[in-house]
């Protein structure tokens, strides 16, 4: 099959001829048909992370495609199915998993990271965390749900359990704040989107942003917020990974307030302690997304409460793939998600 190997940091993805796996027992073999372009994969390929698999190994973790082989003892799949493929495999038997966890699964396994992932013409999935697509959901596009979806999912519903009537901020509108903003908008929560960006919160603004702040043009972003929601929102999303942000997330919610960070920073952030005890301001973190949720998104993108066709923007064949890659550092605000179709 042919397959964009990964060579190491530093060097472009080789499209060369690999052997096509064979699914073992409790394994499907899929026929990729497409698989999202993540943020993700620059770490490795730009910044001297380490994938666990050795290179030469193949990445892509947001894949879609159509079963092509069955293994030994697979029931509920048969060639032919559409499937779709979490980012994430959970071992099922780690406290974690054993508590309804599974996103912080102690012994998780990323495709594309620890085993090889769907820039390839073919990848093998464990048929236990394979998922059915149903005809509704395009097979192409239905592959970012496997990420880009899933993660602001869980953060939204599960996280900061937003609900109907909640006044919310979401500050950063990228390929994960962008469906923030319309998952909110979906469970039925007003949404104030925050970007520095206008190209940005146009686009917030077309997937359900009732209000949008310009971060660039204004100081204070919670007394506008304060101001907008009379007295601060329910709940804020920090979805850049910037402790400044975080920060400024926090200072917009009202009392018994709750703000959720999905952006990732190595650095620390200081928060004023009073007001998590005095006010029960609340700050959690949100990881990936639970196997269980995956059936409520697929179908919410079913029935069209989350647009998935419009955050498409770019479709590459395999052999184009450094050329997303390029997209993707060049920042091209309109530039949401592209995908790799081999
Ligand atoms: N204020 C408001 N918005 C900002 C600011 C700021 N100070 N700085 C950056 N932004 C906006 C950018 O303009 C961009 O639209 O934040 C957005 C970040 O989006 P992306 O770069 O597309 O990143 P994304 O893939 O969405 O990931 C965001 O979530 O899951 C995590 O690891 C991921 O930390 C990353 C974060």
Known sequence: MKAALFHGSGKPLEVTEVPTPEPKAGEILVKVAACGVCHTDLHYLDHNVPTFKQPPMILGHEPSGIAAGIGAGVKDFKEGDRVLLPAVLTCGYCYNCRIGKENICDNMVMFGNHVDG???EYVIAPAKDTLHLPEEVP???GSIIADAISTPYHAVVNRGEVKAGDNVVV???GGVGINAVQIAAAVGASVIAVDIVPEKLELAKKFGAQEVINAKETERIDKVVKKMTGGGADVTFEVIGNPATIQAAFACIRKGGRTVVVGYTDKKVELPAAKIMFFEQEIVGSLGCRPVDYPKIIEMVRTGKIKIKEL????FPL????????????????????????
């Not at 890659?325 to 081999?342: A, C, K, M, N, Q």
């Open 139 to 141: 097979l192409e596009e």
């Open 319 to 342: 052999e184009k793939i450094n050329d997303a890659f390029d997209l993707l550092r060049s920042g091209e605000p309109t530039v949401l998600r592209s995908i790799v179709t081999p």
């Open 118 to 120: 769907a820039y390839a």
């Open 312 to 315: 498409v923007t770019g479709k």
């Open 171 to 173: 500050f950063g509108c």
